[in-house]
């Protein structure tokens, strides 16, 4: 009797956790729209030296970039402090690239964003949807849990 | 062979005790030249041989039926075993010089005397055999096995026990033997073992298909155990704050690690792949077997079902792995693993509760004493159970089981028969009285020879008959099967059109927001996927032979033996019932009941004289006066001058007294006048009582004596609960209609509902034309010259205190002469049946609101899939319930 209480027991346990568990679960493409939602880089791998200001908003150089794999430079608008409209981009490939000058159009803000994105999809076409962020192929890397990529105020 | 050239022959045979036995012989015979056919029957324990006699070798058959292990028995060779003595095998008949005519032990059928049964012609000659089946999972399984059997060249029947796990086969065995039914089996992807009958007293652990099942058992719970370590991981990833976590936590350690860029997405996806393949492949393999046996047949079962499902979420989640286009598509690896995970599960708790389905089996089975204390060469010797033979005289002191079962010849004792009769009262047993085998003797030792032994015991007839009942199948199960025939691959189509309408059609109705989460494909799905699993069948299967077991099981606990599922379910549809009357509503022995005296006589007096002269007499209703005389302490003196008068009674001289003790007519014969008691007689006569008058002297009376079969104590209480049921009770007997209506009277039953003055021949038609009335009939009798009545009515209810020919009769027996057991019977029949529809009531609720909820994409398939196995559990859990029946009349509580 009493094992057949505790095999019912752990049934509806069993069962009353899957329904948590499954009533609860998303699909796992969408759990990427807040943390980390571009690839995984250890800092050793992945890093971003540029100027914080620079002069004039035709271009601006990044100065040195480690990627661990075929990457790109992209630069946005800095819109209450998120990316905006891109406006600059310069394909880069694995491994360390140093004095990059990066055309820029349109800039309209004091502050850009640079960052560093991966080249997944096509090579040498850039696959990003911010609409699609984190469904898109060329995401950006991520080191430490914060995306790779500084603000640069242009004078 | 030209079967017009053969014979047949028959041979006794020593020693057969079951199928397995039957098949030895029969193997070996049917291998020789000459043969046709073969059926063993060790029930009769002969073997009988259809054979060209021209070719047959007489001495080859013989040595065939001694190389299985028997002893062939040839007339004049029968050993009857002197005390002490162990039979030794009958060695086979010496070689017959040429010439010499010999007593051939096979004697041509033709030649058999009328009254000794013939064997059927050739093509009627069948051997029956019973396979324990290990790998079925739902009714679809047993379908298979049944259509598979069924198709075999020489086999005319195939019946498949789910519950049981058993298949009965009836088949030629001069076409095919029982390794082709096990290949066959084996082929259609399942396991098969010939059951051997578990004889009553053997060790449990002997038991090879339990030994099989146990494996098997301990094989699923290792896959179980694997299952659900893998499986307990991806469900906990469902949770969100784990779902981010965990495989931002292992992207992170790779990158450390290994280096490059990690993508936590594809880490989770990689996760889910590495942990459900395992479960996939490894625990989920028996279905990808299942389906692909179930495929060659073109047939569908459980495992077909299961296959599709997790296959469809397995096999979509590798494409999102791995598939560029589909890297932002979620996966379903958890909804595989945990699906699998729940069908084994439920699989393990329903192997569980099915294992309790047979406790009365089981508990009967192990009854049975291992050993006992018999006397050999003088000396009493403990020996194994099995080493007990016919003849033996056995010892049996206080607190000790009877070990087999014999006639008691020395000593006295009670015995406690209430594990096989349900009778709480000790029996008082003297030299002559019968005793049985795993009874338990209280006070008192005595001394038996033992009469039946092995599979021959009241014990292990009794379990061969609950297990042939629990192996047979009612007809409400053709429901379930017809169901299940189509279910199936009308589950695979209903899954196929939800997922068609939900790509196709849904998308075209529905705001664009519905699809923010998943998209359509993956709604579809989703959808049909829960819904191939949520239909599965299974505990539509279980739903009747589970509460069949536990009811029959329960009969046999109660001392009712229901020999077929069909028997039980008849019981529960009866609208009359017709007891016979002598023996089954009374006693079946006439008693004394009245005295009446003359003046100036004693009734001392008058039994002495009666009795004196009755103790001569064969006349049956004479033992009731001498038995009477004695228990009243009267001392019988000699007789000088008995004479019997037929049809008028018995004369004769009684301490110097001349006496006549008879009817009317004698006392008119001697010229005695009886008028002061003919009012009296008259009223006595009109209570169905036999009035017997003592005259004195050659002119007057002494005294009169009723005697009547008297109505039993339980009789008149059943015949009330049974009308109260709406069971209208007739009773039938060959007595004249005044005597019928007398006793019916006693016992309750309406003069019109009396069928009196019926011979045993036409009890039959009586039975015949009430279901001629639209009514279902149960006949109660004796089963001996009930037989026929017993046969024609829809149940026939044996009354059988253990009498073979009772055992043969009728669709229930009933072990005790209680006829409170037949009310017991009845509400047993209507607790399976209301059991039975509300296992129907689980089974089909499950598939019946699960499919339209699946279909809608309200249920995610690894919740259909615990609900699908927790319907099979919930169905035999239920049929359990039943091991609470109790009986509102029981005799255990008399």
Redesign the interface.
């Known amino acids: 009797m009493r094992r057949r209480i505790i095999a019912v027991a752990i049934t509806v346990l069993a069962f009353a956790l899957l329904a948590l568990g499954g009533c609860a679960a998303a699909p796992a493409a969408e759990s990427g729209d807040m943390g980390v939602w571009g690839y995984v880089v250890a800092a050793k791998n992945a890093q971003l030296e540029v100027a914080p200001q620079q002069q004039g908003h035709t271009s601006l150089v990044v100065e040195r970039v480690l990627a661990p794999e075929d990457a790109w430079i992209v630069v946005h608008l800095e819109v209450d402090g998120k990316p905006g409209m891109r406006v600059g981009l310069v394909h880069v490939t694995k491994g360390e690239s140093t004095i990059i000058s990066v055309p820029l159009e349109g800039v309209t803000t004091p502050n850009v964003i640079v960052a560093v994105h991966a080249d997944r999809g096509t090579p040498g076409t850039f696959d990003f949807d911010m609409e699609k962020a984190t469904s898109s192929f060329d995401r950006p890397f991520f080191v430490d849990e914060k995306e790779l990529a500084k603000v640069v105020a242009l004078n | 062979m030209n079967a017009i050239s053969e014979r047949r022959f028959r041979i006794d045979v020593e020693g057969m005790h079951c199928h397995s036995c039957e098949m030895l012989v029969s193997q070996g015979i049917s291998a020789l030249p000459g043969v046709s056919a073969v059926v063993a029957d060790a029930k009769a324990g002969t073997v009988t041989i259809q054979a060209d006699p021209s070719v047959l070798d007489v001495d080859a058959v013989i040595g065939a039926i001694v190389a299985a292990g028997f002893t062939p028995t040839a007339e004049g060779m029968a050993v009857e075993p002197a005390e002490g003595a162990i039979v030794a095998p009958a060695p086979a008949p010496a070689p017959t010089p040429a010439g010499e005519t010999r007593a051939c032990p096979i004697v041509p059928a033709d030649d058999v005397a009328p009254a000794t049964p013939v064997a059927a012609p050739a093509s009627a000659l069948t051997g029956t055999v019973t396979l324990g089946l290990i790998g079925m999972t739902c009714s679809s399984c047993s379908m298979v096995i049944e259509k598979t059997l069924g198709k075999m060249p020489g086999v005319s029947s195939a019946t498949v026990n789910l519950a049981a796990e058993t298949g009965t086969v009836v088949f030629d065995p001069a076409v095919l033997g029982v390794d082709d039914l096990i290949g066959a089996v084996k082929n259609a992807g399942y396991d098969a073992i010939l059951k051997v009958e578990a004889v009553a007293g053997e060790a449990p652990a002997e038991d090879v298909q339990r030994i099989a099942q146990q494996k098997h058992t301990r094989k699923e719970q290792r896959l179980f155990a694997m299952s659900l370590v893998l499986s307990l991981p991806l ?2 990833l ?3 704050s784990l ?2 976590g965990v495989p ?1 936590a292992v ?2 350690w ?3 690690t290994v ?7 594809m880490v ?2 990689y996760i889910g792949l590495a942990l459900a393949t395992p479960v996939q492949f490894i625990a989920g393999w028996q279905f990808y077997r299942g389906f692909f046996h179930a495929l060659k047949r073109r047939t569908g079962n459980m495992d077909t079902l299961i296959a599709i499902g997790t296959s469809s979420a397995y096999f979509y989640s590798i494409a999102a792995t791995f598939v ?1 286009a589909l ?5 379903f690896y ?1 909804t595989a693993a ?1 699906l699998i995970t ?1 069908v084994i ?1 439920g699989k393990l ?1 329903e192997a ?1 509760a099915k294992g309790k389905t047979s406790d009365a089996i089981k508990k009967l089975m192990g009854l049975a004493a291992k050993t006992a204390r018999v006397v050999r060469g003088g000396e009493e010797i403990d020996v194994a159970i099995e080493q007990v033979v016919v003849g033996d005289v056995v010892v049996v002191r206080p607190g000790e089981k009877v070990p087999v079962d014999g006639v008691l010849t020395d000593g006295r004792s009670s015995v406690d028969e209430s594990m096989l009769t349900g009778e709480s009262i000790p029996v008082e047993k003297n030299a002559g009285d019968a005793v049985i085998g795993a009874t338990m003797n209280t006070l008192g030792s005595f001394r038996f020879r033992a009469t039946k032994v092995g599979a021959d015991t009241a014990l292990a007839q009794i379990v061969k008959l609950v297990e042939d009942a629990q192996g047979s199948k009612a007809p409400v199960q053709r429901f379930a099967d017809r169901i299940s025939a189509v279910f199936v691959p009308a589950v695979v189509g209903a899954a196929v059109l939800t997922f068609l309408v939900w790509l196709f059609a849904v998308p075209q109705f529905v705001d664009a927001a519905f699809y923010a ?2 998209t359509p494909f ?1 709604k579809a799905l989703l959808a049909g996927t829960a819904v191939v699993v949520v239909a599965c069948p299974c505990a539509l299967g279980l739903a009747t032979p589970t509460a069949i077991m536990v009811g029959t099981g329960k009969g046999a606990e109660n001392g009712i033996l229901i020999k077929s599922g069909e028997a039980l379910e008849t019981a529960y549809k009866l609208k009359a019932i017709v007891f016979d009357k002598t023996g089954t509503l009374t006693h079946g022995k006439p008693v004394v009941t009245d005295v009446e005296l003359a003046d100036g006589h004693d009734t001392a007096r008058v039994f002495m004289l009666a009795a004196a002269l009755e103790r001569n007499s064969e006349h049956p209703l004479a033992e009731a006066i001498v038995l009477h005389a004695k228990a009243t302490g009267v001392d019988l003196p000699d007789v000088e001058g008995f004479s019997a008068i037929p049809g008028h009674g018995v004369e004769g001289t009684v301490a110097g007294t001349q006496v006549a003790f008879g009817n009317r007519k004698l006392m008119a014969r001697d010229g005695i006048d009886i008028s002061r008691f003919e009012e009296r007689i008259a009223a006595l006569e009109s209570e169905g009582k036999t009035v017997m008058l003592v005259g004195v002297g050659g002119q007057k009376l002494a005294g009169m004596i009723a005697v009547a079969d008297t109505l039993k104590e339980n009789s008149r209480e059943a015949v009330e609960r049974l009308t109260k049921m709406g069971v209208e009770v007739f009773m039938i007997t060959g007595d004249n209609r005044r005597t019928a209506e007398a006793i019916a009277s006693q016992a309750g039953i309406a003069p019109d509902h009396v069928l009196a003055e019926v011979l045993p021949e036409h009890k039959a038609e009586e039975v015949a034309k009430l279901q001629a009335k639209g009514l279902t009939v149960a006949m109660v009798g004796d089963g001996i010259n009930d037989t026929p009545a017993l046969a024609q009515a829809d149940v026939g209810i044996a009354m059988g205190a253990g009498t073979d020919v009772a055992m043969e009769t009728g669709g229930i027996v009933l072990i005790k002469n209680d006829l409170r057991d037949v009310v017991t019977a009845i509400e047993l029949s209507r607790a399976t049946m209301r059991k039975i529809r509300q296992n129907f009531f689980w089974a089909l609720g499950y598939n019946t609101l699960g499919i339209p909820v699946a279909a809608l994409g309200l249920l ?1 398939p ?2 259909a899939g ?1 609900a699908m196995a ?1 319907s099979s ?1 919930s169905v035999v859990t239920s049929s359990l319930m039943l091991r609470r029946f109790k009986p509102s009349m029981s005799s255990k509580a008399a």
């Open positions: 469900l906990a469902m949770i969100p779902m981010m931002l992207a992170t790779l990158a450390n280096g490059g860029a990690w993508d936590p997405n989770f996806k560029p890297h932002a598509e979620p996966v958890e945990l729940f599960l708790l569980r989460t998943a993956v995610r690894e919740l615990a927790l559990v």
